[in-house]
């Protein structure tokens, strides 16, 4: 489906897409909470059990370590691509229901997401390549001018805007219909053009508060588990714990890519 003619956006309203996102959430609880806790809760909590976080041996040097570090992720990498495919869908769906007026069911959300997810791995995969070519040769760069220090804070601020003037790729898949990746990260582009420091502000703030926030209620409740439960069972609740948290931090942040979307494509886009 052809996406509408770029136009420059409205400008950005930080507040009115969080108490949006809140009140889709809240509007929407029961279901997304079902979908965030099969697509996010199970897959985060799984995984974690399974591929704890890795601590080198102690005493190993760099190499040692660095080689740990390498055989860890070797052995992690086949299970994080189903979970990365299966929480993709997850959040193609979610921006389904939280956008259609066609008041799709469940069913239909979840089909329409992972029917879209060929275009969005895609464009993911788009992205991932292009940053990546753009770090290597900014990197290169700046080290040719023996200005390392100043090459890595270019480098962050691009990969910053990057990821910010693409982040509504998906719900202009999901919500627009858009299956052409290429036209999906444009149309991202199109809507976030004029308001990328605003919405970068709004993202890194809101990611920053929710970090916090799981943090302490991670580490809090690890401690507390540890001290009313053998090791085992204490291990097991703070993943528990942390997989819960992370579940909805995911549903927030699908949330919040919703209303800022509705928020900049304006009504005529939601549902198309």
Known sequence: MDSPSPRAAPRFDSNRAWQQALAAISANREVLLALAGVFFLLPGLAFSLLFPQPTPPAGADQKAAAAYLMDYYSRML???????????????????????RRRPTVAEAIRTGFGAILPYLASQLIVGFGMGMVAVLIMVLFVMLNAKSFGVLAMLVVLVYAVVCTSLAAPVIAVEGVRNPIRALTRSWHLVRGNSLRLAFFLVLVLVAT???VMVITALGGTLLGLLLPKALA????AVISATLGALLALIFVAILASTHAQLSGPEAQGA
């Open 78 to 100: 086949p299970y994080a691509l189903p979970v990365f495919v299966m929480q993709a869908g997850g959040t193609l769906g979610m921006l389904t229901l939280l956008t259609d």
């Open 211 to 213: 970090s916090v926030v």
């Open 235 to 238: 291990v097991t609740g703070a």
